[in-house]
């Protein structure tokens, strides 16, 4: 039997290149996509699209039982900025949208189902440099609260009742398709937009906040890589650490103005996201990932660089 996906939160950061992906691997009609907000009309042209409040139980089984749902991508979240100006909110649609769907897949509704997790369940205790697997966590954020609390539910689900949950915790992502939503992570896709109006760029992290990134391509390889692993390679059922490399606002500054001479960024901006970012790792250890069920990322830093600036000038 054909796999049925559901994809909630389609019209995001992630779920924009994953509905792609995952209609190029299944085909069409296989592939729903869905979110609170109405679809662009190519996006309505392509396949199957649901509009969908996440925290409506009822309205969410009625969407997987009209498709026959095989498969569940979780993407809907409040982000770090955002669930900073309203906890309740950012917690309560965090949560709640992710007991919906756990409850259905305990009910065996549908087979399997993806959540992910962010280097923001992190928190200013763990290790900064390769930060382990398994660690302190201690998140300052709502966001990255509902996080590690999600990793655990997750954990718990799949320990008592055999749901076949499966997450990530992403680094930063920055993918050239989607403008940028106001994440502590999002200067280094606006960084490019700047760039290649030749506008310079006012950084609102400090010039030597390093942070962990991945381009989403590889973000979409990973995210699909851990639902196809079979059951038996997937050993860690909170979330795996996924990393491909570390970078700076100056260092990755640096790298832009190689490739467009005369751009800059002055660091003038800085808001409570420095802080944010202040309390997550440097790089990450994804050791685990790797041995377990082959992660191993495309694109290094300039590779990236690169590819960010042909797709953004086109």
């Not at 749902?69 to 917690?91: D, I």
């Not at 467009?260 to 944010?276: E, H, K, M, V």
Request: glycine share 8%; with cysteine.
């Amino acid at each position: 039997m054909a796999e049925k996906i559901l994809v909630l939160g389609s019209s995001g950061q992630i779920g924009t290149d994953l509905v792609d992906h995952l209609r190029e691997a299944y085909g069409n009609d296989n592939v729903i996509a869905s979110d609170l907000r109405a679809p662009s009309a190519e996006r309505l042209a392509q396949g199957p699209f649901e509009q969908l409040n996440a925290m409506d139980a009822q309205a969410a089984f009625e969407v997987i039982k009209k498709h026959g749902v095989t498969q569940v991508y979780h993407l809907v979240a409040m982000l770090s900025a955002t669930a900073e100006k309203m906890p309740m909110k950012g917690w309560d649609l965090n949560m709640t949208s992710l007991f919906n769907f756990l409850e259905m897949a305990r009910e065996k509704h549908f087979k399997k189902m993806y959540w992910p997790s962010s280097i923001a369940a992190f928190g200013p205790q763990t290790p900064k440099e390769n930060t382990p697997q398994l660690t302190v966590m201690d998140p300052g954020t709502v966001y990255g609260i509902s996080k590690l609390a999600g990793e655990l539910w997750c954990d718990y689900y799949f320990k008592k009742y055999g749901v076949d949950t499966r997450g990530l915790r992403y680094p930063g992502l920055i993918s050239y398709k989607t403008e940028p939503g106001g994440g502590t992570t999002d200067y280094a896709v606006d960084i490019f937009h700047k760039a290649v109006k030749g506008e310079d760029y006012s950084c609102f992290l400090s010039e030597d906040r390093r942070l962990p990134m991945m381009y989403m391509p590889d973000a979409i390889k990973a995210t699909v890589g851990i639902m196809e692993a079979p059951a038996d390679q997937v050993k860690i059922r909170t979330s795996y650490n996924v990393g491909a490399f570390s970078f700076t606002p100056k260092e990755l500054s640096a790298i832009i103005e190689k490739e467009i001479p005369g751009f800059s960024t002055n660091y003038d901006a800085l808001d409570s996201r420095d802080q944010i970012a202040a309390g997550w790792p440097s790089s990450i250890d994804d050791r685990e990932a790797r041995e377990h069920w082959g992660w191993q990322p495309d694109f290094d830093l300039p590779t990236m660089v690169k590819d960010m600036i042909k797709n953004l000038s086109k």
